[in-house]
């Protein structure tokens, strides 16, 4: 009983001194905020270095999976490769744990987007641990792949990607509409060429399949050329569908384009009163470029910031 008693009392103190911390660290909320500030933040110098690094670690994540897609590589730097796949790994889920930890929001961040991506950029590795069979490895060279959603974890560090995407949101339901009608236009047409050539001997258009799969290759000018009709009417129908395609491929970006507009002439205008650049987010509260505190202008003369910034001195 002694001797029990001395393995599990050092075990037991051990364990209530981790509980402790643990409870402290998770209860901490000056470390959420520093590390909020860090993380999510980009107007001090901590959180310019990460994002740098971030941002390094992401574009060399991604080359190390394009070169190991080339077989030399892979057969010669395959070490090489696993070393450094672990490296970024683990630091990617490091990173996607402390955004969990200092996030005002944890839930929320998990399931946004970029919560999603970061949460995708860590599993490929760790999958290795659950799939080892050799029928499942072309499965698991699929998942791998998955580390490419790693770029996109690129856009939420410039704010014209931040742009456009709000702008393809926004004019969501439009795109929508204009899809439908290009879908339903691309079936009208596969039908009607089956129609004029479907009977013709040795033609492929023998069903309507074949014909709406001619007419989106040729609705997006794309062309591959394995698809040919043969009849005058067919060739008439082909030129009109290729002209077609060309006023078709502007309209979206016109839609998109006219979103995006409305995106960036929404928002107000940062800019500082001291070297008078606007290139600022609203969470910046100070000046990227001289550190002078910002102001939103919204009509206000430059005597209303400079009598602002007296005060506050």
Request: charged share 20%; net charge positive; proline share 3%.
């Amino acid at each position: 009983m002694s001797f029990s008693r001395t393995i599990t009392a050092p075990v037991r103190i051990a364990g209530r001194k981790i509980k402790k911390n643990f409870l402290y660290v998770k209860n901490n909320q000056a470390w959420k905020d520093k590390l909020h500030t860090v993380i999510f933040g980009t107007d001090t110098p901590a959180g310019r270095m990460f994002d740098v690094v971030l941002i390094g670690l992401i574009i060399f994540s991604i080359l190390i999976t394009i070169l190991e897609s080339v077989e030399w590589f892979r057969v010669h730097l395959h070490t090489l490769f696993f070393v450094m796949e672990w490296v970024t790994t683990l630091f990617f889920t490091a990173e996607y744990l402390l955004r969990l930890y200092c996030s005002n929001d944890p839930k929320k961040y998990a399931f946004s987007f970029f919560g999603i991506v970061d949460l995708l950029a860590t599993l490929p590795l760790y999958l290795m641990f659950f799939i080892t069979s050799a029928q499942y490895l072309i499965i698991l060279r699929a998942f791998r792949l998955i580390r490419v959603f790693r770029v996109f974890k690129l856009f939420s560090f410039l704010k014209e990607g931040q742009q456009l995407v709000e702008s393809i949101i926004a004019s969501g339901r439009k795109l929508f509409v204009f899809f439908s009608f290009v879908f339903i236009l691309t079936i009208a047409i596969g039908t009607i060429m089956y129609m004029v050539e479907g009977d013709v001997p040795g033609s492929e258009f023998k069903n309507i399949p074949n014909s709406i799969y001619w007419a989106i290759v040729t609705l997006t000018t794309v062309g591959y050329g394995d698809i040919t009709p043969v009849t005058g009417i067919g060739k008439l129908l082909s030129g009109i569908v290729m002209l077609l395609g060309y006023t078709i491929i502007a309209v979206p970006t016109g839609i998109v384009s006219v979103a995006m507009f409305k995106t960036v002439n929404g928002k107000k205008v940062i800019e500082c009163p001291n070297c008078h650049t606007t290139d600022h987010t609203k969470d910046d509260n100070y000046c990227r470029h001289c550190g002078t505190p910002l102001y939103v202008k919204e009509g206000k003369d430059e005597d209303t910031n400079t009598d602002n910034i007296n005060k506050d001195n």
